[in-house]
């Protein structure tokens, strides 16, 4: 199946592209793309991802169409992923 | 080649100036003081409480004016290059305060002072000219008048050279506008918030120009080495910090806009016609510099320049807060952003507390308690930028309406009556800052219980965004503190604890961006604890804990408090605008329909105060709670006046 990823910074400048499709296998979770991300674009995608030990970033949130999933939420990454889906990853912080 | 030194990062000196008077004083640095208030904000707060009692007017001549740089400016410390100025607030009447890049703080230091305390108000105008030992209160007639940047560059070419700092204020400042702010270098930086730029003109004080040739610095070189290579390995790791560097604060636009909590229009719309105000078009179309503060591997600072159209020449740098404020105007015309944030540079003018002033004032057109009459025959509709111009001049040199919005949002609406001031949204009289929090309680309590009025510098509530369900648990008492949307328990410990923390980098003079604010909970202690309260000691010889540091912070910010509670404040100061409750988020998006629950702001601000060690029906600090972070002698002023919780 088929879905749309939308990439901010830092992921969009690992990617080389701010928007992409990725070809997944079903059944998919968030899992799924967070490792065909890795596995497509390699250690500079993984370092953005993953902290020093090896945990998933918390404060990336996944836009799943338009319901936020923040990934410090429990189970965030076994999110079911259909196919038309679109994900965007964008860093969850304020800031300002 | 960074060399040791016994003295540490401390200047050694304390300088103080009466205009009244003229009388010049310099006092030994009293180290126990230094060790305990550690500098920056934690010098200011401790002065001013001081020295600043309530019957003290903000623009009185006794009002204090105190410029502080952090403890490890002047250092090699990456993004050390912070000063704080700190006054009575003209906006709230209570502890105000404003914290700037540029290199005037370090200067200072090396000139050998640890800060410069101002009081009392010269006859005429006049600058400051602190040349190592040499201090001397100069004519500035000359420099009446001049914008920020012609100030500056007058003062480079009077004492020949540019190895001077300067800070200075625009014709706002000089006229005592309440939203008129202080820059230092030009506009390199900027002690924005609180009207501290009225303080300076109620001095008849224009600019203030250093020299200094000694130098701080650092007692333990090894240790300073390991921790400099650590912060280094941290910050190339932590995906905060590349969107920093591509796009400055400019980048914040893209959370904004996936969370739909702009707050255009004055607070009213949570989505908005951003495209034409992306970082990209910033980026691509105007950027023409990219640059760092001293000392910074971050790299977040953006030049902008105008090349066609009817701005077509001006170059300035522009932050986030200018974007946000024009969308709180409904502007979103970038070339328009960025000449509002060229006049208020130039000005001399606070953009958030302007830019939310004017958003005010659009909103009393539109519902007719302003007119045209009052306006002289501006349209004063979201969405003009000429207006927006127009009205911002008349705000800096206190024309018709102008003089009326120079007193902020809040006396503004009092004077216009009629129901104004539900749509003057501030805290503490205070404009807001940053995003709106509907939808995301402890962001509206942090705004409600900052020291300053509303802010979301004085806190980080953005904590919550990066903790894993167990690390609220750990650190905060309960998983709910990682829910951003739903979570109540956890949060008050969770935002006494963040105000703590980042207070910390105000009294080491290290920016926000560079150590406090991070993608992980673990990056984040990593920075703002642990390396911050290592680089101190490095630099200083000392053996400070990481829990001395953090209570360090939380010192500082009850003297703020205790000032604040003197002043009369209470727990019924530590609220947000009626509209946050009481108003739908509107205009479509993802945060559509959010408002904050009064119920759930009140909970937290419950847990908040208890964790603090306050009162929780009052607001009121505890005596035991004062005398435990050692401000005993504040715990008796505040019972003598019957203000303890």
């Known amino acids: ?96 | 080649m960074i060399m040791a030194r016994k003295k540490g990062s401390y200047a050694g000196k304390i300088l103080r100036v009466d205009l009244s008077s003229g009388k010049i004083e310099k006092q030994d640095l009293d180290f126990d003081f230094a060790h305990k208030y550690i500098g920056g904000r934690g010098f200011g707060s401790r002065v001013l409480y001081n020295e600043v009692p309530p019957e003290v007017g903000p623009l009185d001549p006794e009002n204090r004016l105190i410029f502080s740089p952090g403890a490890l400016f002047g250092t090699a410390v990456p993004a050390a290059s912070r000063t704080t100025a700190t006054a009575k607030s003209p906006v709230t009447e209570m502890f105000g305060d404003g914290h700037s890049s540029g290199h005037w703080g370090s200067l200072l230091k090396s000139a050998g002072y640890d800060q410069l305390i101002i009081q009392g108000a010269a006859e005429k105008p006049v600058y400051l000219w602190i040349d190592n030992d040499r201090v001397e209160i100069r004519d500035a007639k000359h420099l009446w008048g001049k914008s920020n940047m012609e100030t500056n560059e007058s003062l480079l070419e009077t004492h020949g050279s540019r190895e001077i700092g300067t800070l200075s204020i625009g014709p706002a400042g000089e006229k005592k506008v309440r939203l008129a702010c202080i820059f230092s270098d030009g506009i390199m930086g900027t002690f924005a918030r609180t009207g501290i730029g009225a303080v300076m003109g109620s001095k008849n004080l224009k600019a203030v120009a250093t020299r200094g040739t000694g130098d701080v610095g650092i007692v333990d070189i090894e240790a300073f080495k390991k921790a400099y290579q650590d912060y280094l390995q941290v910050i190339a790791v932590d995906p905060y910090v590349p969107p920093a560097t591509k796009y400055g604060t400019c980048r914040f636009m893209y959370h904004r806009v996936k969370f739909g909590i702009h707050g255009a229009n004055n607070w009213r719309l949570g989505d908005f016609d951003w495209k034409p105000l992306d970082p990209e078009v910033f980026r691509s179309d105007y950027q023409i510099k990219a640059s760092a503060c001293p000392m910074c591997p971050v790299r977040c600072r953006r030049e902008y320049r105008i090349s066609t159209g009817k701005y077509a020449g001006t170059v300035t740098k522009l932050e986030w807060e200018t974007i946000a404020r024009c969308m709180t105007c409904g502007v979103n015309d970038p070339e328009a952003v960025i000449y509002f944030s060229h006049l208020c540079n130039q000005y001399g003018l606070d953009v958030e507390g302007v830019g939310d002033t004017i958003a005010f004032a659009m909103e009393c057109f539109e519902k007719g308690l302003i007119s045209e009459r009052e306006t002289e025959g501006l349209r004063l509709a979201f969405g003009n930028s000429d207006a927006l111009m127009e009205i911002t001049r008349k705000i800096a040199y206190r024309e018709g309406l102008g003089d009326l919005l120079a007193e902020g949002s809040l006396r503004a609406a009092r004077a216009i009556g009629k129901g104004a001031e539900k749509y003057a949204m501030q805290v503490k009289g205070s404009e807001m800052s940053a995003a709106d929090p509907r939808g995301m309680p402890v962001r509206a309590v942090s705004y409600a219980t900052s020291t300053r009025g509303s802010d979301h510098l004085r806190s980080n509530p953005y904590v919550e965004e990066l903790i894993t369900p167990d690390e609220g648990l750990q650190h905060f008492g309960s998983k709910e503190a990682a829910d951003i949307f739903q979570g109540l328990k956890g949060k008050g410990k969770l935002l006494a604890w963040s105000e703590n923390f980042v207070t910390i980098g105000d009294l080491l003079g290290l920016c926000k961006f560079a150590y406090y604010r991070s993608a992980t909970f673990g990056y984040l202690r990593r920075k703002g604890v642990e390396l911050a309260t290592r680089f101190y000691n490095a630099c200083n010889g000392t053996r400070l804990s990481e829990e001395e540091m953090l209570q360090a912070g939380e010192r500082a910010f009850n003297m703020e408090k205790a000032f604040n509670v003197r002043e009369g404040a209470g727990r019924e100061k530590d609220i947000i605008p009626e509209r946050f409750f009481k108003e739908a988020l509107a205009g479509g998006g993802p945060s559509n329909g959010a408002v904050v629950d009064r119920e759930k702001f009140d909970l937290i601000l419950d847990e908040y105060y208890g964790s603090r060690g306050w009162n929780e029906k009052t607001g009121l600090p505890k005596k035991e709670t004062l005398k435990k972070l050692g401000l005993a002698d504040i715990a008796d002023d505040l019972q003598k006046r019957n203000r303890l919780g």
């Open chain 1, 1 to 96: 199946m088929i879905v749309r990823l939308k990439l901010f910074s830092p992921l969009s400048d690992a990617a080389g592209a701010s928007e992409l499709t990725l070809a997944l296998n079903e059944p998919a979770t968030l899992k799924t793309v967070v490792d065909t991300l890795i596995a497509r674009f390699g250690e500079g995608m993984k370092r953005h991802l993953y902290d020093l030990e090896g945990r998933i970033i918390p404060s990336w949130a996944v836009f799943l169409n338009h319901e936020v999933i923040p990934l410090n939420k429990p189970d965030a990454l076994d999110t079911e992923i259909v196919a038309g889906d679109e994900l965007s990853f964008i860093l969850n912080i304020a800031g300002g």
